[in-house]
T-cell receptor, first 114, second 110 residues
């Protein structure tokens, strides 16, 4: 079974549309994250949630709204998509409260905004 | 911003040891050094981490200098499947996040 799974793997859409990316982890972790990897391959954290509560929000536009229905899921909803939103989005999870915890990443969702 | 500097790229012959250096001269006493890698089109994968002692696991070894200002990731017998971008990261524990730099692109050749 995949530890951190994201859907869809590919997402192609028009500017102005609203789309969602889903993420689920079956590791029993407390903390989940969204990272964005742009065309230059820089990986940047966007959000982190711990037990359904927002912990980190890295000045991401409010068009991006993460939603955590339970600690095993962290979905990313994006309103009014823009060309600059095109990137690969990675979900990750970790066990909270451990100083040397490690992150487990999903395989990514490649978003292309046309 | 990332707190580490790494060479942009390295080559290694298959079967040889790959030694990937990382500088983290501003590391704090309670910050760990983490290594992740990203194989093309996949999510980053955890490799190893350490605080001040050298560490070894089934994937690699991590050598941290005594002053903790630099470290080296060692893949003892590189294979073609080890071709990837390797990220050295200093963990900002309080902020609970990993900050990725630009990494080292390791190319293993036959």
């Amino acid at each position: 079974d995949t530890a951190v799974s994201q859907t869809p793997k590919y997402l192609v859409t028009q500017m102005g549309n609203d789309k969602s990316i889903k993420c689920e982890q079956n590791l029993g972790h407390d903390t989940m994250y969204w990272y964005k990897q742009d065309s230059k391959k820089f990986l940047k954290i966007m959000f982190s949630y711990n037990n359904k509560e927002l912990i980190i929000n890295e000045t991401v536009p409010n068009r991006f709204s993460p939603k955590s229905p339970d600690k095993a899921h962290l979905n990313l909803h994006i309103n009014s998509l823009e060309l600059g939103d095109s990137a690969v989005y990675f979900c990750a999870s970790s066990l909270e409260g451990v100083a040397n915890e490690k992150l487990f990443f999903g395989s990514g969702t490649q978003l292309s905004v046309l | 911003d990332a707190k580490t500097t790494q060479p942009t790229s390295m080559d290694c012959a298959e079967g040889r040891a790959a030694n990937l250096p990382c500088n983290h001269s501003t590391i704090s006493g309670n910050e760990y050094v983490y290594w992740y890698r990203q194989i093309h089109s996949q999510g980053p994968q955890y490799i190893i981490h350490g605080l001040k002692n050298n560490e070894t696991n089934e994937m690699a070894s991590l050598i941290i200098t005594e002053d903790r200002k630099s470290s080296t990731l060692i893949l003892p017998h590189a294979t073609l499947r080890d071709t990837a971008v390797y990220y050295c990261i200093v963990r900002v524990v309080v902020a609970d996040k990993l900050i990725f730099g630009t990494g080292t692109r390791l190319q293993v050749f036959p």
